[in-house]
């Protein structure tokens, strides 16, 4: 995927942005705009927003540091881009506002059971402790779902400033 000057400008300002929003919303345990952002971006950029969420990817480690929390990250983003992807290009509002809103709450939701194995291979919890460390997790999964589900309406807005920025 060859890049313009003017996509590499507006990926990094992209990319930049979701950063600086999970920063700005971290005071609220998972709550943050990530999914509602990669959904956008993978609406509009389709195969290119890649260089955006790996871009937000990349930054979080520079910034909290390369540890083994961060490995996990390297595909839970990807999950949420393919999931997108295979959304069908062109949704009436009416139909594709409710499906993105469900698909940001589904990420939100399942997060900690993607999470798990990773952190069962990286800390050696076997199959039950994996399903014990999931079962912790589900009250914060809950949280996750649930804002990610009401901040997904913000999805088509998102979209369509983004495109009217592009033509214009």
């Keep these: 995927m060859k890049l313009t000057l003017r996509e590499a400008i507006v990926f990094s300002m ?3 942005l979701m950063f600086l929003s999970k ?18 971006y993978t609406v509009c950029y389709r ?4 260089y955006p969420i790996y871009l ?12 083994l929390w ?3 990250h390297l595909y839970l983003w990807a999950v949420l881009f393919l999931a997108t992807l295979f959304l069908p290009r062109e949704m009436p509002p009416h139909i594709a506002a409710p499906v993105y ?3 940001c709450g589904l990420h939100g939701l399942l997060y900690g059971t993607m999470y798990a194995p990773a952190q069962a291979l990286m800390y050696g919890l076997d199959f039950h402790g994996m399903l014990v460390w999931i079962a912790a997790g589900l009250p914060f999964d809950a949280i996750h779902a649930v804002s990610n589900f009401c901040m997904g309406i913000l999805v088509l807005p998102l979209t369509r400033a983004l495109r009217a920025a592009r033509r214009g």
């Design 14 to 16: 992209l990319g930049s």
């Design 101 to 103: 809103m469900l698909l």
């Design 47 to 50: 195969e290119k927003a890649l």
């Design 56 to 67: 937000f990817v990349l930054l979080t480690g520079l910034y909290a540091g390369f540890n």
């Design 23 to 40: 920063l700005l919303l971290e005071a609220l345990p998972n709550v943050h705009l990530l999914a509602v952002l990669t959904v956008t």
């Design 70 to 72: 961060w490995i996990p």
